[in-house]
């Protein structure tokens, strides 16, 4: 029997992984969240950075949006197309004929905003029979395990973070039509605090950091390959094996994740609420 952390009333939360995360039980998300279930799954979502709310219903994008609402006000995607009614609703969906697969790269959500999302909420309801896992990085730890030079060293400094590498085109088989749009791009530490932790967590990932500023092209790409390497380690990582109706909420603020396309040409599919977060410091 696994271990229950944390001295909850309301849910019950066990670790996921060693890495990170948490599986979440005795909540039922699709009839919204009450004030003290609210607190505690927040403060479970500090604790272990993503939750894995098992045993849910089809959660109705009123009720998705509700929740997400309790957190902070959404975010609105840059790139995404809005789903009829509910424009801060993204839905996920891959099938034979997609382009590409959200999420595909390791990333933490739209990072190239000056104020990046906090966290996501996101439930899947068509699954592949197999595949479709999506794994998640424990930057705190990826920060907390590099040599005190290093740390030093990345102390002060910045990275662009980049979207039209990422988002021209991206969503043109689903009608969104881009022309004319320009698409974000902020720089943010390369080491960043938590707002609510304090703790320090590394802030780069592959999809959208493209520069350390005031570093050579060739200095800046050698450390950001190094920074990604690292923490793309599998010690800092879980993979999440999802099933139908499962529910992942991340904050990624201390976390970068990676969807993977491993299962064309089934279908996955399903829809993400997105809460909006602060400037990094
Ligand atoms: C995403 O990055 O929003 C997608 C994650 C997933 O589909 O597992």
Same mark, same amino acid.
């Given at each position: 029997?696994?271990?229950?952390?944390?001295?909850? #009333?309301?849910?019950?939360?066990?670790?996921?992984?060693?890495?990170?995360?948490?599986?979440?039980?005795?909540?039922?998300?699709?009839?919204?969240?009450?004030?003290?279930?609210?607190?505690?799954?927040?403060?479970?979502?500090?604790?272990? @950075?993503?939750?894995?709310?098992?045993? @849910?219903?089809?959660?109705?994008?009123?009720?998705?949006?509700?929740?997400?609402?309790?957190?902070?006000?959404?975010?609105?995607?840059?790139?995404?197309?809005?789903?009829?009614?509910?424009?801060?609703?993204?839905?996920?969906?891959?099938?034979?004929?997609? &382009?590409?697969?959200?999420?595909?790269?390791?990333?933490?959500?739209?990072?190239?905003?000056?104020?990046?999302?906090?966290?996501?909420?996101? @439930?899947?309801?068509?699954?592949?029979?197999?595949?479709?896992?999506?794994?998640?990085?424990?930057?705190?730890?990826?920060?907390?395990?590099?040599?005190?030079?290093?740390?030093?060293?990345?102390?002060?400094?910045?990275? #662009?973070?980049?979207?039209?590498?990422?988002?021209?085109?991206?969503?043109?088989? +689903?009608?969104?039509?881009?022309?004319?749009?320009?698409?974000?791009?902020?720089?943010?530490?390369?080491?960043?605090?938590?707002?609510?932790?304090?703790?320090?967590?590394?802030?780069?990932?592959?999809?959208?950091?493209? &520069?350390?500023?005031?570093?050579?092209?060739?200095?800046?790409?050698?450390?950001?390959?190094?920074?990604?390497?690292?923490?793309?380690?599998?010690?800092? @990582?879980?993979?999440?094996?999802?099933?139908?109706?499962?529910?992942?909420?991340?904050?990624? +603020?201390?976390?970068?994740?990676?969807?993977?396309?491993?299962?064309?040409?089934?279908?996955?599919?399903?829809?993400?609420?997105?809460?909006?977060?602060?400037?990094?410091?």
């Amino acid at each position: 029997m696994p271990t229950v952390t944390g001295g909850y #009333r309301r849910i019950r939360v066990t670790p996921y992984g060693p890495a990170l995360g948490g599986a979440v039980r005795g909540v039922d998300l699709a009839r919204g969240l009450d004030r003290e279930t609210y607190a505690e799954v927040r403060r479970a979502l500090l604790d272990r @950075q993503v939750l894995f709310f098992k045993e @849910q219903s089809e959660i109705s994008p009123e009720t998705q949006v509700a929740v997400g609402r309790m957190f902070g006000p959404l975010h609105m995607h840059p790139a995404a197309p809005r789903m009829s009614g509910y424009p801060e609703v993204f839905e996920i969906h891959v099938h034979r004929d997609s &382009r590409v697969a959200n999420g595909e790269f390791w990333h933490s959500d739209v990072s190239c905003d000056e104020e990046p999302p906090m966290g996501t909420i996101l @439930q899947l309801h068509v699954l592949p029979a197999s595949g479709g896992d999506t794994i998640f990085v424990n930057m705190y730890a990826a920060y907390e395990t590099l040599p005190d030079a290093l740390k030093n060293r990345l102390s002060g400094l910045t990275a #662009r973070h980049a979207s039209e590498h990422v988002y021209r085109e991206r969503y043109s088989d +689903r009608g969104v039509d881009d022309r004319g749009k320009a698409y974000p791009s902020a720089d943010h530490p390369v080491v960043r605090t938590h707002p609510e932790t304090g703790r320090k967590a590394l802030y780069v990932n592959r999809t959208f950091t493209t &520069r350390i500023n005031g570093l050579s092209a060739s200095e800046s790409r050698a450390l950001l390959e190094s920074l990604f390497d690292h923490c793309e380690e599998p010690r800092f @990582q879980i993979r999440f094996r999802w099933e139908l109706n499962d529910v992942a909420f991340w904050d990624n +603020r201390c976390t970068m994740h990676h969807a993977i396309w491993d299962y064309w040409p089934e279908e996955r599919k399903g829809r993400r609420v997105t809460i909006r977060g602060d400037r990094p410091r």
